[in-house]
């Protein structure tokens, strides 16, 4: 049973266009959220987090959306860069523990 | 900069034999985690520790896996027989639990051990 679910298993944007993530969670005590990068043959790295008391968090052209009511949350990245080409993980977890759970991640492509 | 050093990077074996892979987690961090990336699964949980303590390793095959802490400076994973279809990059993560943290609950990631069991 999958409680985050990352359902596009690849995206493919234009450089310098808007590139969207989605990710959605079935476990409704799950109330911190992450995402992560991973490039090629390295450690998934942290790229942005966001607590469910807010809807929103922005960390320069990176910006994570959180709706609550529909256990759905989505990143922004604007203007998306070639180096922003990687595997893109959604994880969250709930406050009884640091156990993230994620999701099996989007490969996104930037094209110059 | 501090980092999470994962042994081998790369381990190719033949069924049947023991594999063990190593990792030292940013000294200071306390909870210690195991994950098994597959392609349909994504990042899967295999154990994790706190302070040397197994908390949970629900996710584990525990009649081939098995893992540790030694020390708080080490944390094993092995796998005895081992099988193809254990063939995946294993990751060690590190943390503070929340709590100890407040707002910075992010885990760091060691490289991985590519596996490939034949």
């Known amino acids: 049973d999958q409680q985050v679910k990352q359902n596009s298993p690849s995206l493919s944007v234009q450089e310098g266009r808007i590139s969207i993530l989605n990710c959605d969670y079935t476990?409704?005590?799950?109330?911190?959220f992450l995402w992560y990068k991973k490039y090629p043959a390295e450690g998934p790295t942290f790229l942005i987090s966001i607590s469910s008391i807010k809807d929103k968090n922005e960390d320069g052209r990176f910006t994570v959306f959180l709706n609550k009511s529909a256990k759905h949350l989505s990143l922004h990245i604007v203007p998306s860069q070639p180096g922003d080409s990687a595997v893109y993980f959604c994880a969250a977890s709930t406050k009884y523990g640091n156990k993230l759970v994620f999701g099996a991640g989007t490969i996104l492509r930037v094209k110059s | 900069d501090a980092r999470v050093t994962q042994t081998p990077r790369h381990k190719v074996t033949e069924m049947g034999q023991e594999v063990t892979m190593r990792c030292q987690p940013i000294l200071g961090h306390n909870t210690v985690f195991w994950y098994r990336q597959t392609m349909m699964q994504g990042l899967e949980l295999l154990a994790y520790?706190?302070?040397?303590?197994?908390?949970?390793d629900s996710g584990m095959p525990k009649d081939r896996f098995s893992a540790e802490m030694p020390d708080a400076t080490l944390a094993t994973l092995k796998i005895q027989p081992s099988e193809p279809r254990d063939s995946a990059v294993y990751f060690c993560?590190?943390?503070?639990?929340?709590?100890?943290?407040?707002?910075?609950?992010?885990?760091?990631f060691g490289s991985g051990t590519q596996l490939s069991v034949l």
């Open positions: 476990n409704s005590m799950f109330d911190y």
């Open positions: 993560a590190s943390g503070l639990p929340r709590g100890q943290a407040p707002g910075k609950e992010k885990l760091f």
């Open positions: 520790f706190r302070n040397r303590a197994p908390l949970d």
